[in-house]
């Protein structure tokens, strides 16, 4: 069973008489276990792509299946708690008195508080156990706002990680993080990747080195239907890089990593 399954999806909104479409005609399969990079340039609709993905939004047309269950047909509240999603934006809506360690824990009921009713010791050990894995247990009992952007990041994966879940989402993640933060979190993803195999990972990002070098596949989007998908050594080609970018593009892989540059041409 595939953990995510589009077919002919589009999102689009009115413009008066006139549909404006953020994506149109996607198909995409991602078995369990995959991951996937999602790039594209500013306004190709990636994030509007991952809120689908991940049961935030229901096309305008098309069938999404998520994890054996299609949206409008399966109730969102049983898919959403094997849904982890890592949303920097949400770093803002914590009481501000809350630990790392308790932001970890809201996690547990899906709150921006915590509820200690639902929360048991069973919950506090993993919540430990995970805040070591991305490599941020050291601040575990340091008010979450005092936190660099690159030690909230990884908080915010163990978080996301707190469930049982066979669906990661990643929107965006690094953006903002400095080298060390970036660093340090791709790591992490890379520490979860080995230690939850089965687990299918959606990261998207404008970067190619902002990517852990996990990834095994890619779907490149431009103005809101996919130029390219499949395995990376397929898809993050110099020739479908540039076409989805719109510039000449020369992709690199160093220790596993990718990396993508614009050779110098004349203007």
């Given at each position: 069973?595939a953990?995510?399954?589009?077919?002919q999806?589009s999102?689009?909104?009115y413009r008066?008489?006139?549909r404006?479409?953020?994506?149109?005609e996607i198909?995409?399969?991602?078995a369990?276990?995959e991951?996937?990079?999602v790039?594209?340039?500013?306004?190709?609709?990636?994030s509007?792509?991952?809120?689908?993905?991940?049961?935030?939004m229901?096309?305008?047309?098309?069938t999404?299946?998520?994890?054996?269950g299609?949206l409008?047909?399966?109730?969102?509240?049983a898919?959403?708690?094997?849904?982890?999603?890592?949303?920097?934006?949400?770093?803002?809506?914590?009481?501000?008195?809350?630990?790392?360690?308790e932001?970890?824990?809201?996690?547990?009921?899906g709150?921006?508080s915590l509820?200690p009713e639902?929360?048991?010791?069973?919950?506090?050990?993993e919540a430990?156990r995970?805040?070591?894995?991305v490599?941020?247990?050291?601040?575990?009992?340091?008010p979450f706002r005092e936190l660099?952007e690159?030690?909230?990041?990884?908080?915010m994966?163990?978080?996301?990680l707190?469930?049982?879940?066979s669906?990661l989402?990643?929107?965006?993640?690094?953006?903002?993080?400095?080298l060390?933060?970036?660093?340090?979190f791709?790591?992490?993803?890379?520490r979860?990747?080995?230690?939850?195999?089965t687990?299918?990972v959606?990261?998207a990002?404008?970067?190619?080195?902002e990517?852990?070098?996990?990834i095994?596949?890619?779907?490149?989007?431009?103005?809101?239907r996919?130029v390219?998908?499949?395995?990376?050594?397929?898809?993050?080609?110099?020739e479908?890089?540039?076409?989805?970018y719109g510039l000449?593009?020369r992709?690199?892989?160093?220790?596993g990593?990718?990396?993508?540059?614009?050779?110098?041409?004349a203007?």
């Amino acid at each position: 069973m595939a953990a995510l399954q589009l077919e002919q999806v589009s999102v689009f909104r009115y413009r008066g008489a006139e549909r404006h479409y953020l994506l149109r005609e996607i198909d995409w399969t991602v078995a369990p276990g995959e991951q996937w990079a999602v790039l594209g340039p500013n306004g190709a609709g990636k994030s509007t792509l991952l809120e689908v993905a991940s049961a935030r939004m229901h096309p305008s047309s098309g069938t999404v299946t998520i994890l054996g269950g299609r949206l409008g047909r399966t109730p969102v509240a049983a898919l959403r708690p094997r849904i982890a999603v890592v949303e920097r934006r949400l770093s803002g809506r914590f009481f501000p008195t809350l630990t790392a360690l308790e932001v970890v824990l809201t996690g547990v009921t899906g709150t921006t508080s915590l509820l200690p009713e639902a929360i048991d010791g069973t919950h506090v050990a993993e919540a430990h156990r995970l805040l070591a894995h991305v490599l941020a247990d050291r601040f575990a009992n340091r008010p979450f706002r005092e936190l660099s952007e690159g030690e909230r990041a990884r908080t915010m994966l163990a978080r996301a990680l707190i469930v049982d879940a066979s669906l990661l989402v990643l929107d965006e993640s690094t953006a903002g993080l400095d080298l060390g933060g970036r660093e340090l979190f791709l790591a992490a993803l890379q520490r979860v990747a080995s230690e939850r195999p089965t687990v299918a990972v959606l990261v998207a990002g404008h970067h190619l080195e902002e990517l852990p070098a996990t990834i095994s596949h890619a779907l490149l989007l431009a103005g809101g239907r996919v130029v390219a998908a499949g395995p990376v050594e397929t898809t993050l080609t110099d020739e479908l890089l540039s076409a989805c970018y719109g510039l000449p593009a020369r992709v690199t892989r160093v220790d596993g990593r990718l990396f993508a540059t614009t050779p110098r041409y004349a203007e």
